[in-house]
C-alpha cells in the first residue's frame, strides 16, 4: 500500500510532510485538498509519527468525510472506523456516546432536529393545557434554545414578568419529560444535570 507521494506537486509534498504540528492547509477547489489530507493521514500513521485513534480530521459533509475515509483506508492496512474521521455533528455525536455519563445523558439519548423539537413543544403545550396563542410553540422552542447556548439552566433563567415565569415553567417541565423517560439530548442538551 503506497502513499504514491510521487504523484503529488511539490506544494501537496510540503503540506503532507510538514512537521510533526498542527498545519492549516489553505487552498481553492480543485487543488487536491483531500488528497493532500488523507496522504498527511496515512503518512502520518505509516512513519510511526501517531497511531490512527490520534487522528482528528472534520470536514463539513457526509459526503466528504466518506471519502476521506475511503481514500485513508486504501492507504492504511487499518480498520478506518476507530478513526475520527467525519463531520463536526457525527464526530460530537460520537464523542458523546462514548462519554454520556460525563455529560449527564443516559446511554440511550437522541438528539432532535429543529421539526422533532418543535413537535415536542407541541405535545407538550397540549399535555400541559397551556395556551398556543399565548405562548406559541415556537417561541417557546426559540426561548429554550436561547438559554442553552447561554447555558444557562432552567433553575437559573431569571424570572422577570408572569410571561418569562411560563416560558422557564415549560423549560423546565419539558426537561423533566424528555429526559428520565426517552433519553433525549442534542436540543434539551445535557438535561438532566438541569434539574
Not at 510532510?17 to 488523507?38: F, M, N, Q, W, Y
Not at 486504501?74 to 458523546?96: S, Y
Not at 454520556?100 to 422533532?116: N, T
Not at 415556537?138 to 447556548?149: G, L, M, P, S
Request: aromatic share 6%; hydrophobic share 45%; net charge positive.
Amino acid at each position: 500500500m503506497s502513499l504514491h507521494l510521487e504523484h503529488l506537486n511539490p506544494e501537496q509534498l510540503a503540506a503532507v510532510t510538514l512537521p510533526d504540528e498542527h498545519a492549516l492547509i489553505l487552498a481553492g477547489a480543485g487543488s487536491g485538498k483531500t488528497r493532500v489530507l488523507t496522504t498527511r493521514i496515512a503518512w502520518l500513521v505509516k512513519s510511526g509519527r501517531v497511531t490512527p485513534g490520534g487522528i482528528l480530521a472534520v470536514t463539513f459533509t457526509n459526503k466528504a468525510a466518506r471519502e476521506m475515509l475511503t481514500r485513508v483506508g486504501a492507504m492504511l492496512p487499518v480498520n478506518t472506523r476507530g478513526m475520527w474521521i467525519g463531520t463536526f455533528h457525527g464526530l460530537c455525536n460520537r464523542m458523546l456516546r462514548a462519554h454520556h455519563r460525563d455529560a449527564g445523558l443516559p446511554q440511550a439519548f437522541q438528539i432532535l432536529d429543529s421539526q422533532d423539537q418543535l413537535a415536542a413543544i407541541k405535545r407538550l403545550l397540549k399535555t400541559l393545557g397551556a395556551d398556543e396563542d399565548r405562548f406559541p410553540p415556537r417561541d417557546v422552542q426559540y426561548f429554550i434554545n436561547a438559554q442553552k447556548e447561554e447555558g444557562v439552566r432552567a433553575r437559573d433563567v431569571a424570572v422577570t414578568d408572569e410571561s418569562s415565569r411560563r416560558f422557564v415553567e415549560l423549560y423546565a417541565a419539558r426537561l423533566r419529560r424528555a429526559m428520565p423517560a426517552r433519553g433525549r439530548g442534542g436540543f434539551f442538551g445535557a438535561a438532566a444535570s438541569f434539574l
